[in-house]
């Protein structure tokens, strides 16, 4: 027998996300298995595609939505690797409210959980010029931060490319892109982390798509993690986390207490995720700021 359903009336999910079930057919029940847990939510591989489903808004992922805290702690304990969920997306005939139900089949019983008129969260890439991102300091910052201390590439192999990339002695090539696919170690390795923050400033900056397309050749030859290539997507379809949006939308107010708190905001994911595609960024932009001076010398 199933249990009484549980609701949820305080769940989010991203842009990203919410087009994606907009595509689908409204009457197909998807069918995923939990690939990976963590205490702030957990990875659901549906299909080819992996989504994030997180405890509490704070935790709301790109590639997913989120649970309110009491109802993810329940299904929480019975979780493991391998559980399977059932997900039913429901849409009001205007648009106007989005659902979702979940059957997670736990032991000793399934358990069904109604996320009931789901916000929807932008998370949409914002398009900033060069110049706001050098009139907002943020190189000072990102080395005060000192991300690439913290980072993957603080020890070898990785800290030999770092190390050639930021004295200017390297640009970067097809070769340098394709060592960095899954170099590192964990779920998003250092070297996809890094190649994510340079392509969402090609992105945000609207360059020249350089490593986006290096980073697409390369993808054809070397394998990463399922996670690493989530985001991967993720970026290249022009949706990028939350906190990302927090750290443009502070740079383009010049909100030099905001600026921080988002660098230490994405600072705190995983190990070293953070300071590693933060790394990525501080890279891209003193790279871009070398070529300028080039130009303006020739």
């Known amino acids: 027998m199933v249990q009484e359903s549980l609701i949820s009336e305080h769940a989010y999910i991203s842009s990203y996300m919410r087009n994606y079930f907009r595509q689908i057919n409204p009457t197909r029940r998807l069918q995923g298995k939990v690939h990976s847990i963590f205490s702030n939510g957990f990875n659901l591989k549906v299909g080819k595609r992996l989504w994030f489903v997180g405890k509490g808004e704070a935790y709301l992922s790109a590639i997913g ?3 309110d805290t009491e109802n993810f702690d ?3 304990q019975g979780l493991s690797v391998g559980t399977l969920i059932k997900i039913s997306p429901h849409c009001s005939s205007a648009g106007k409210q989005f659902d979702l139900v979940l059957t997670v089949y736990v ?5 069904i959980l109604i996320l009931t008129s789901i916000q929807n969260v932008d998370v949409s890439i914002p398009r900033i010029p060069l110049e706001d991102w050098y009139a907002s300091d943020i190189l000072q910052k990102l080395e005060q931060a000192q991300v690439r201390q913290n980072s993957g590439f603080a020890a070898p192999p990785l800290d030999q490319i770092d190390a050639r990339l930021s004295e200017g002695s390297a640009e970067f090539s097809a070769d340098t892109v ?3 696919i899954g170099a ?21 900056t609207q360059s020249k798509p350089i490593i986006a397309d290096f980073t697409r050749q390369a ?3 070397r394998s990463t993690t399922d996670v690493s290539l989530a985001y991967y997507q993720t970026l290249f379809d022009g949706y990028i986390h939350p906190t990302w949006r927090h750290l443009c939308s502070a740079i383009q107010n010049r909100d030099s207490s905001k600026i921080t708190a988002a660098i230490q ?3 705190a994911y995983g190990a070293t995720s953070g300071n590693d595609s933060l790394l990525g960024v501080l890279t891209f932009l003193r790279q871009a700021k070398r070529r300028q001076l080039w130009e303006n010398e020739s």
């Open 265 to 267: 905001h994405i600072q």
């Open 107 to 111: 032991r000793p019983q399934p358990m």
């Open 178 to 180: 394709q060592s960095l």
């Open 219 to 221: 993808l054809q030859i």
């Open 184 to 204: 590192g170690i964990g779920l998003t390795p250092s070297g996809d982390d890094f190649l994510q923050g340079m392509i969402l400033l090609e992105q945000i």
């Open 65 to 67: 939505f989120t649970i």
């Open 74 to 76: 329940l299904i929480a």
